[in-house]
């Protein structure tokens, strides 16, 4: 079965670049018609979306985001990758890639990675 | 700020049924589907119901989902204190996939 692992620095100084690598192990992120996503969640708090990207490249973004959030793939490596910049300590959360499934008004996301902690402070 | 309003808590003794509520408008549940995800302590988001009703492979029938103009249901029957969990709703909303604020269950 598809399985997720994200990777990458735990702390990132404010207005810097804060970048992670989701790796799918169990099946190739190019079969099926699947969209990868990154999914934040701050402590104590809910989740929220940053943004997906299909295995041709296509991205989408949340607009309160946009500016700031480069998505990105690498089939051969079987990674996809987020890159947020001009970070503040509002963007400290526990990061999580997952794979989403799209039908005509339905979405979900399954599996979900174990999640990374990133810590924005100097 | 989510677009989608869950009550903070529920509970009930083990062995009852619970049902959290997941409250939209027309732009995001009237008229797409929803989903629901189990967050137990420490652990990532895992997938319960989707397309409103559907369960995935692996997850026992004890859960359910409804959906009812721009508000949807879930159900969680046979409570157990493995159910201990904070449970979250998802939908489309303008092109813009969102989550609902959350729902702690606590089993008495």
């Known amino acids: 079965q598809v399985q997720l692992q994200e990777s990458g620095p735990g702390l990132v100084k404010p207005s810097q670049t804060l970048s992670l690598t989701c790796t799918v192990s169990?099946?190739?992120?190019?079969?099926?018609?699947?969209?990868w996503s990154w999914i934040r969640q701050p402590a104590g708090k809910g989740l929220e979306w940053i943004g997906r990207i299909y295995t041709s490249g296509s991205t989408n973004y949340n607009p309160s985001l946009k500016s700031r959030v480069t998505i990105s793939v690498d089939t051969s490596k079987n990674q996809f990758s987020l890159k947020l910049s001009s970070v503040t300590a509002a963007d400290t959360a526990v990061y999580y890639c997952a794979r989403a499934a799209y039908n005509w008004g339905s979405v979900w996301f399954d599996p979900w990675g174990q999640g990374t902690l990133v810590t924005v402070s100097s | 700020q989510s677009v989608l309003t869950q009550p903070p808590s529920v509970s009930a003794a083990p062995g009852q049924k619970v049902t959290i509520s997941c409250s939209g408008s027309?732009?995001?549940?009237?008229?797409?589907?929803v989903s629901w995800y189990q967050q137990l302590p420490g652990t990532a988001p895992k997938l319960l119901i989707y397309d409103n009703n559907k369960r995935p492979s692996g997850i026992p029938d004890r859960f359910s989902g409804s959906k009812s103009g721009t508000s949807a249901t879930l159900g969680i029957t046979g409570l157990q204190t493995g159910d201990e969990a904070d449970y979250y709703c998802g939908t489309w909303d303008s092109s813009l996939e969102v989550f609902g604020t959350g729902t702690k269950v606590t089993v008495l």
């Open positions: 169990g099946g190739s992120i190019s079969s099926g018609s699947y969209y």
């Open positions: 027309s732009s995001n549940i009237g008229n797409n589907y």
